[in-house]
Each structure stands twice: as C-alpha cells, then as structure tokens.
C-alpha cells in the first residue's frame, strides 16, 4: 500500500489501551514480529462480524494479538501456541498484565508437535496461522481437522512484504528465496483447496481468510 495512505490509515485508528501500547513499543524495540496496526484492525473486524466462541492461535509470540483478540472478543476462548522460551516468558508475563489467564490458554512448543494437545481444546471457530511463514501448510493440514463446521482461517503475512511477486533474482539471500517460493506455493495451494473459499486481502503484510464450503 502507498505509504501516505498507509500513514493516513494509522493515524485514524483509536488509541490502544497503556498495555497494549506498551507492547508495541516492546515489540518495536525488541524486534518481535507482532502483527502491523493496520492488519490487526482488519482482523479484529473480521472476527468481531464471526464471533468466534474459541480461537486457536499459531504464533503467540509476545501475546499481543491474542490479548488484542481478546480484548475485542472477552467472551472467546482462545488457544495459542508459543515455541520460544523468551517470547513464551514476556507472554505469560503481559498475559497476566491484562488479567487474561482464564480466557488465554498458552502452549508451550512446536506447533508442528502439538496438534493433539490443541485439539484437546477444540473444535475451533477461527484459526489465525501467524508463525513459521515456510510450514504454513503443514500448519493448515494439521489443525484444520479442529476447525468447527462455520470455521474460518486467517494465514498471516502470505504477501511477504510484497516478495510474492519480486522477481527472484532480485531476492539476493539463499533462504529468502525459497521462503518466498514456498508462501507463493502456500497460496495457491489454499486458491486451489477443494474444501475452502479463499480471499487473499491485501491488508497489512497480506491476509487470507478461508472458509470451509458447506456440504451440499
Ligand atoms: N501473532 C503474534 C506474532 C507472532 S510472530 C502477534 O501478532 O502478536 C511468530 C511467532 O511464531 C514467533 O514468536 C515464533 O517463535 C513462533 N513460531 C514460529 N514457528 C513456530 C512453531 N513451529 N511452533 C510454535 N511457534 C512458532
Ligand atoms: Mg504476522
């Protein structure tokens, strides 16, 4: 998006809560990827309008969107999953910060290992997909079987910084590269689900939003 729009965009949304505004300076500070101000609205938007009664998160990272998520939504139940030992320690910490322990459950793992354990919680009205961008469709096909029959996934950052449609060989590091070519795959692969619709918004670093087709 153009940047003066993007300025603009920014500007208008209202003022956070100190805990939260906190955290974004924390994360800004500390280099943790939490989700762009822009993208965050949207999803709050999307999940105010489906009302979500559990949601499974797959990133927690410092908590952020889950505390957000809440915050909008104080009735959800929400599931989120967390693999590194610092960001795990700041979430519990911020998670407590905002009196959310009984509406946020954290696991603590690889996401990738810990599909029976999240079950457990479920069936899931929303999953938001937010971690390693290179696993999203291991990520999708081990959790979707959780997904309630109105369910929807959101697959975060799957325009990556726009490096979906730079040309490879501007792309100079080895790694990004096939990260690239893999979130490219991610996509039209989701384009191409026999079981889900797909929009791919070109909000904040990109969303797609999926949602099961009803059996006929
Ligand atoms: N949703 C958060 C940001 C998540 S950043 C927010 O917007 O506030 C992505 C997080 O996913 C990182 O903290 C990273 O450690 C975690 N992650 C990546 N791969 C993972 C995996 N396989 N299992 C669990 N966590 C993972
Ligand atoms: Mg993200």
Redo the contacts with the bound molecule.
């Keep these: 998006m153009n940047h003066s729009l993007q300025e603009y965009l920014v500007d208008l949304i209202p003022a956070r809560n100190e805990l939260c505004s906190h955290m974004e300076e924390y994360a800004k500070e500390n280099h943790v990827?939490?989700?762009d101000r822009i993208g965050m609205e949207a999803l709050l938007q999307i999940l105010r309008i489906h009302k979500p009664g559990a949601i499974l998160?797959?990133?927690?990272?410092?908590g952020?969107?889950a505390i957000r998520m809440s915050d909008a939504l104080p009735d959800a139940k929400i599931v989120t999953?967390?693999?590194?030992g610092e960001?795990i320690k700041d979430a519990r910490s911020f998670i407590g910060s905002a009196g959310k322990e009984a509406a946020i459950t954290l696991l603590e793992g690889?996401?990738?290992e810990l599909a029976g354990e999240a079950g457990k919680h479920g069936p899931f009205d929303a999953i938001f997909i937010?971690?390693?961008k290179g696993?999203y469709e291991r990520f999708f096909g081990l959790y979707e079987p959780f997904l309630s029959p109105n369910g929807i996934i959101i697959s975060d950052n799957v325009l990556y910084k726009e490096m979906v449609v730079a040309p490879m060989e501007s792309i100079s590091n080895r790694r990004t590269r096939a990260l690239v070519k893999k979130i490219r795959h991610y996509n039209q692969w989701l384009m191409d689900h026999p079981d889900y619709d797909t929009a791919i918004l070109p909000i904040g670093d990109g969303m797609a939003i999926s949602k099961k087709k009803e059996k006929q």
């Design positions: 990827p939490i989700m998160e797959i990133g927690c990272a410092i952020y969107s999953i967390e693999r590194n960001r690889d996401a990738l937010d971690a390693a696993q």
